[in-house]
DNA sequence: CTGTTAGCGCTTTCAA
DNA sequence: TTGAAAGCGCTAACAG
């Protein structure tokens, strides 16, 4: 009833002009463009044909309003800086589309950015959100109260309220440990991520578990940020007040960071001096210069769970939370002999 | 006029529901949640104290159909792998976001798959995008057509038609040579990127305009595609038939691969017996394994320089589109003498 | 400063 | 199979 104007300049065409020019009504027109309608393959040829005459395009923004899905998934990720995020990202993204969702994306440079990120996404009516970063229970209980589903990545879920997918960190340190032990290692240094990293704690955690079921404590601990600077100057920090011959650092960076003080700065003999093991399976690990001794996360396996998680909840609102847990896969390397 | 019904679960409330619960109108309700409108103190108390109590958040969907600005930004980016593309990816986010922008992500598994994303882009009525991926003449002609405001990201723009930035390759790469030529070298081999990339492509054109300035050909060239692997496999293929002093790659990743390969697998000397030089100055090329001679891109001021570009041609549409060059500083490390 | 009145472009009953 | 009519939740003149 209402052609558009074309007052912006060159606007693209509605679903109007598009009904005028093919000489049938707009709903018909809506039809074409819907899967699932049924329309008359005439009418559809015709409409098809007008569409293309006026570069007529679908207005997702209006379907959204009145659909009430706006295909839109939040995806949050507070260290793309991480190499391990970035091919996560990648994998959710590709995922995503391949359901038929958008990818609206948000990074943080400070954790208190996330209120303000809560409220974009509360704002565009996201189906939902898959965050790999730092959400307080009181934020998780938002998304509950917000009617958005949320699945956590590499983060707990609090008590039910978020579905989540992890990568479980004790069977992974276990590995790593228990071998290094075998292997006759007994005085270990522990780099942990930033306290307020459950991940980094629960590998950390699990590293500790596992000395101290041996009998041992480690000889020192010191804490990083994840970043490769921060496996820098942890490691300097330890083998400065320390003699010790085994490393677990809570991330492959960080982990790389020590190897290269070691060999670059203290010259010492890697693993015959010390040995090293990190977590995640980052590309760089796997590299000749290093061949780190790691744990990987199955980011396929996980990502599909995530994305696989989300869909569920979007589609049926009242299932219950669920938690998964993936095992990490060990990745001889050539950084730490095991046992 | 039309409170909400409720009828999916827990909808968040309206503006009508927030009028109706302050006694105000619905168009009170809007100005108190929009920047730059009066409105009396009191009566904008008693709107929060009402949405609050409603749970009202505003819709941005809503508020788009009617502005006919979505405030989406789409960013394309494809292959989130390439190590240097995370970093740019996130300085990206972050500055949009400061102005208000938000991001939607759009990641390349295969350059086939960019049609099927260009037409996801029209549906959503982005407000404008930024491309680091190949764009024919036509696509990027579409974009003029669909009046969406077009940067691209270190891809030459076709013919004015769309805004770039770029890292300029010539002053980098010459930099690089003549180094080395300067320090004696003389047998060169080139590992260049896949033959669509029109960066790879003007870094190793510029090497090998130095080399040739200088009354030199390259003793051998390789191709690959970016990708570590196929930086080990260049050089293999590349040592395995020739003898060089130097190796010049057309990004970092591989010439870290180049690295691994002169230093692992053939024993040689870096840089005594061969010099290597890459391209980018991504974050494990300064670790101390490799510490890579090579040429650091401005990635704040490029990323700076992209959204604003967009951000002008998004408030004036008619303005012309503006190709911006940048220089590379090169990055002195331990792979390469620089005479 | 505030209320009234029209839509933005689409989906969705409901009839025909 | 198609069309008419009624909004989705909001902004934007225009009065008052």
Redesign the pocket.
Known sequence: ??P??HHGGR?C???????REA?????????V??PG????P???ARVMAAAARVG????A???S????RSNLVAVVISNLTNLHYPEVLAELTRRLSAEGLRVLLFTLSTESEIDAVLDQIWRYRVDGAIVAARLSAKQQAAFVHEGVPLVLYNRPGHDGIASSVCCEAASGEQLLIDGLLCAGRRRFGLIAGPADSAVGEARIAAARARLEAAGLLPVAEERGDFSHASGLAATRAIIAAHRLDAIVAANDVMALGALDVLRHEAGLAVPADVAVVGFDGVAPAAWPAYRLTTVRQPVEAMTDAAVRLLLTRIAEPGRPAEQLLFAGALVPGATAPLG
């Open positions: 009833m209402n558009s104007r606007q065409g509605t679903s109007y002009d598009v009904a000489g049938v009504s707009q709903s018909t027109v809506s039809r463009f819907r309608t049924s329309v008359a005439a009418t559809r007529y395009r679908p207005n923004i209006a379907a309003l009145i659909t009430r």
